[in-house]
């Protein structure tokens, strides 16, 4: 079992910047992908940044790409999504999830094995 706590949400303003953290115990996640997803009030889930299991690869969605940067460190079982010139549509509850494939980056969620409780971050115009 793996277990996911995200931190690092909050209330900003446009163009602001917010650095989310994730943190996973219980086994180590060197050989799994991480990602972030994040749902917004009504919506369904969406995929937001994965990285693979060494990090050398990464996949953004478009609404983010230039703007957020997915990280890890497998020593410190940790990885970090640094959002950058938020805007208000970036509103939502981000959630960190794991799969236990080394190199999977989908916006289906059934393909992940584990998920955090999510850290709420709000982006005011």
């Known amino acids: 079992q793996v277990q996911l706590v995200e931190s690092g949400g909050g209330l900003v303003q446009a163009g602001a910047s917010l650095r989310l953290s994730c943190a996973a115990s219980g086994r180590t996640t060197s050989r799994y992908t991480m990602t972030w997803f994040r749902q917004a009030p009504g919506k369904e889930r969406e995929f937001v940044a994965g990285i693979s299991s060494s990090g050398g690869s990464t996949s953004y969605a478009d609404s983010v790409k230039g703007r957020f940067t997915i990280s890890r460190d497998n020593t410190k079982n940790t990885v970090w999504l640094q959002m950058n010139s938020l805007k208000p549509e970036d509103t939502g509850l981000y959630y960190c999830?794991?799969?236990?494939?080394?190199?999977?980056?989908?916006?289906?969620?059934?393909?992940?094995?584990?998920w955090g409780q999510g850290t709420q971050v709000t982006v005011s115009s």
């Open positions: 999830a794991v799969s236990s494939r080394a190199y999977y980056f989908s916006s289906r969620l059934s393909g992940y094995d584990y």
